[in-house]
């Protein structure tokens, strides 16, 4: 089995992953997910809820489901970490997933695996085409809309514990484009090396933050802080050479979901020239 489960695994058609390649989909309600095999849904947040989904489950064996409303969707990727056994490993969300070449409704338009493997090999590491803020840093967007101390509290952190990384967050924070949302896949030893590092950064921060003042929607930063550091670790292992720029591919997404783009723009109109924090 590509995925060792303690709970019920999930019902026929709703796939499982494969010993391949492994697709965790995040999701905290009952939703409509890929048929294709390599997706795996994953109820995430599963200790903080009576609700059974049918889904495996975060809080089965070694997790941090109970951190979910800190962590969102990495909880579910240290889940994957600990649980998962298959030679690539990724994560999307419910409504969001990496698009692929077919045609029709969307969910005919979600990546498929036929048309990841041939790519697998070659390709080490698969992530969402890049997010532009134009008159935004990443650094400065992140002030406008959170918590500001939670970047340069991280910052402290890699400097303490990663001090080759310093250099490869600044010229990150100071990009006015990322890859966003928690999503990609990995190969497996990348998957483990990446997460090691990460939830030992979080963990660390978790420590050192006092959610006391902040509203529940605020209080998601671990979540945050994790989809801006992905480009800071893909940054580094690409200048020391981990990483070879033909190994990395950027896929597009897509939403299962209708976006309003007009309410996006002047929220974030709002934070930049107001000071509106997200909410």
Wanted: charged share 25%; net charge positive.
């Amino acid at each position: 089995m590509a995925a060792q489960r303690a709970t019920e695994p999930p019902r026929p058609g709703r796939g499982g992953g494969t010993d391949r390649v492994t697709i965790i989909v995040a999701t905290h309600k009952k939703y409509r997910m890929p048929e294709d095999p390599m997706y795996l849904p994953l109820q995430i947040g599963a200790a903080c809820t009576s609700e059974d989904l049918g889904f495996a489950r975060d809080d089965a064996g070694d997790n941090i489901s109970r951190k979910n409303p800190c962590f969102c969707e990495l909880t579910g990727l240290y889940w994957a970490w600990k649980h998962v056994d298959a030679d690539y490993i990724g994560l999307v969300h419910y409504r969001r997933h990496f698009r692929g070449r077919g045609r029709g409704t969307v969910w005919d338009r979600i990546l498929k695996q036929e048309e990841l493997l041939p790519q697998l090999g070659k390709t080490k590491l698969f992530l969402p085409k890049k997010q532009y803020y134009v008159i935004e840093t990443l650094y400065s967007h992140y002030a406008h809309t959170h918590y500001i101390e939670h970047l340069d509290k991280t910052r402290q952190i890699l400097s303490e514990k990663y001090p080759d990384y310093l250099d490869a967050f600044d010229r990150v924070m100071r990009r006015r484009s990322g890859h966003m949302f928690n999503m990609m896949i990995l190969e497996r030893t990348l998957f483990s090396e990446y997460c090691t590092w990460l939830f030992d950064i979080l963990f660390t921060l978790e420590q050192r933050v006092s959610t006391d003042h902040y509203s529940f929607f605020q209080g998601r930063y671990a979540g945050r802080v994790g989809e801006l550091i992905l480009n800071v670790w893909v940054e580094q292992q690409l200048s020391t050479g981990r990483l070879q720029k033909s190994e990395v591919k950027t896929l597009p997404y897509l939403y299962t979901e209708k976006i309003n783009r007009v309410r996006k723009t002047v929220r974030f109109l709002k934070a930049k020239f107001w000071n509106t924090k997200y909410e």
